[in-house]
Each structure stands twice: as structure tokens, then as C-alpha cells.
T-cell receptor
């Protein structure tokens, strides 16, 4: 069974600094997709970035980028130039050929002045 | 454009009463559909998912059931609610292929069982 692990329950970063959130996953599949979602206090789930496993190039979206290490089954999210609006819960998620979408337990990110 | 509707936004129900939460998707066909529950400050627990009409996979044995009577409709039900069923319920849909990959979420339903 696929599992997603986020080992950092909480992280803190100063405004304008860079922070990296960790995620590891376990799967026997070779073709799958990985996501990072942001959940602000409104609890609306917002897609931050996605990565297709067949692509070797790391995905980037403005200030957000990932470090996808397929062999190590690692998928970390880097947030550059952190802003107050980045404060939220961040969830890593996995889906494969069975279309089951599994989430990690989340990392709460605080952004300080 | 694709949209997802989930209702109601808030629900207070007595213990032992039935439950029906509905989720509908617009703008796509044959989506994968999901129901999640989220305890306060916690992660998303996958309850059910469906890859087609009448096809339901249950992830956690419990007091809940799900049905997909139409391609873009997903319903979460209970015959008799328990206090432990309280939580925030999220519906989601996804389309996964080489060209387009994303999962979209509804606004959520906050259920309080009293």
C-alpha cells in the first residue's frame, strides 16, 4: 500500500527567507503523481505544485519548487522568499495507477516577521 | 471550467440520526471521486474513493458508506451517526493522465454530532 510521510509537524520561517518541507513516500509503482497542497485557515485546499514521476525535471511554480528524488522516494517542497500569506498547513499527496489519492499528515508552516 | 459543489457547509446532527452529504462535479466526465475526513489540526483521512459509477473503494471500516449513483455525483451517508463521526468532510475529484493531472476539492462540510 502506498503511504506518505511528513515528519515535520511544524516549521517556522522568517519572512523573505527560504524553507524546505519534507515528504517521503512508499510505493512499488513506477508511474505516479505527487502533489503539494496548501490549506489556509479557511480550510480550502489549494494546489501548490505537482510532479509527474516520469519527468526527471523538478517542477517549479514561481517561489515554489520541489526536489524530487525518485530513487530515494523523496519529494520536498522549497518555498523561497517566504511571505506572511504562505502560513498554512501543507500536505504532500500521492496518487498512482489505482487513482487512490493519499495524503500525508501535514506540516504547519508559520511565517514570522 | 470544472467546478465541484459540496453541501451543506455546516451541519449539526443528533447522535443516532442519519446523514447524507452530497458532492457534484461539473465540467468533466468520468472523474475519480473521493471523500476525506479531517479532524481539527490533523491530516486528511481517505474514507472512500470511486473510479466509476457504482464502484466504491472503502478505506476505513466505520459507520459510514458512500454511493455514486451518477457519473459526477458522490454521496456520503450514515444510518446512525456517532459522536466520533464529528469532523470536517471534504469531497474531491481528480483526472489523471499524461496531459493533465490535478485534484480539486470542495469547500468542505463541518459536521458536529451532538
Amino acid at each position: 500500500a502506498q503511504t506518505v510521510t511528513q515528519s515535520q509537524p511544524e516549521m517556522s520561517v522568517q519572512e523573505a527567507e527560504t524553507v524546505t518541507l519534507s515528504c517521503t513516500y512508499d510505493t512499488s509503482e513506477s508511474d505516479y503523481y505527487l502533489f503539494w497542497y496548501k490549506q489556509p485557515p479557511s480550510r480550502q485546499m489549494i494546489l501548490v505544485i505537482r510532479q509527474e514521476a516520469y519527468k526527471q525535471q523538478n517542477a517549479t511554480e514561481n517561489r515554489f519548487s520541489v526536489n524530487f528524488q525518485k530513487a530515494a522516494k523523496s519529494f520536498s517542497l522549497k518555498i523561497s522568499d517566504s511571505q506572511l500569506g504562505d502560513a498554512a498547513m501543507y500536505f504532500c499527496a500521492y496518487t498512482g495507477t489505482a487513482s487512490k489519492l493519499t495524503f500525508g499528515t501535514g506540516t504547519r508552516l508559520q511565517v514570522t516577521l | 471550467s470544472q467546478t465541484i459543489h459540496q453541501w451543506p457547509a455546516t451541519l449539526v446532527q443528533p447522535v443516532g440520526s442519519p446523514l447524507s452529504l452530497e458532492c457534484t462535479v461539473e465540467g468533466t466526465s468520468n472523474p475519480n471521486l473521493y471523500w476525506y475526513r479531517q479532524a481539527a489540526g490533523r491530516g486528511l483521512q481517505l474514507l472512500f474513493y470511486s473510479v466509476g459509477i457504482g464502484q466504491i473503494s472503502s478505506e476505513v471500516p466505520q459507520n459510514l458508506s458512500a454511493s455514486r449513483p451518477q457519473d459526477r455525483q458522490f454521496i456520503l451517508s450514515s444510518k446512525k451517526l456517532l459522536l466520533s463521526d464529528s469532523g470536517f468532510y471534504l469531497c474531491a475529484w481528480s483526472v489523471l493522465n499524461r496531459r493533465y493531472t490535478e485534484a480539486f476539492f470542495g469547500q468542505g462540510t463541518r459536521l458536529t454530532v451532538v
